[in-house]
Nanobody, 124 residues
Framework: QVQLVESGGGLVQAGGSLRLSCAASGRTFSSVAMGWFRHGPRKEREFVAAISWNGGSTYYTDSAKGRFTISRDNAKTTVYLQMNSLKPEDTAVYYC?????????????????WGQGTQVTVSS
């Protein structure tokens, strides 16, 4: 099991940037895929981005492509989400999740551990 703690959220103006971090503990971090999801107001939780176990492959939801970048540092057992050109509709609680396998997925069922979330608020 992997324990996850997110940080880096906050309030930012539209067009600004934030970098989210997710610190992981547990022996399996470097062998599993990692993902970011978000839960916005009056919305269901949705997939944002995922990365394979070695960082070699990444996958984004359409709204994140070209603006967000997911990366990982297995030596530091940390996964990141760099968010640029933020929009008010990006406002949400962002969750880090550890996958059940080494390959990335967009489905919540393929993730077994979740962090507590970090709030991102984008003002217009």
């Amino acid at each position: 099991q992997v324990q996850l703690v997110e940080s880096g959220g906050g309030l930012v103006q539209a067009g600004g940037s934030l970098r989210l971090s997710c610190a992981a503990s547990g022996r399996t971090f470097s062998s599993v895929a990692m993902g970011w999801f978000r839960h916005g107001p009056r919305k269901e939780r949705e997939f944002v981005a995922a990365i394979s176990w070695n960082g070699g492959s990444t996958y984004y939801t359409d709204s994140a492509k070209g603006r967000f970048t997911i990366s990982r540092d297995n030596a530091k057992t940390t996964v990141y989400l760099q968010m640029n050109s933020l929009k008010p509709e990006d406002t949400a609680v962002y969750y880090c999740a550890a996958g059940r396998s080494s390959w990335y997925s967009r489905f919540e069922r393929d993730f077994s551990s979740w962090g507590q979330g970090t709030q991102v608020t984008v003002s217009s």
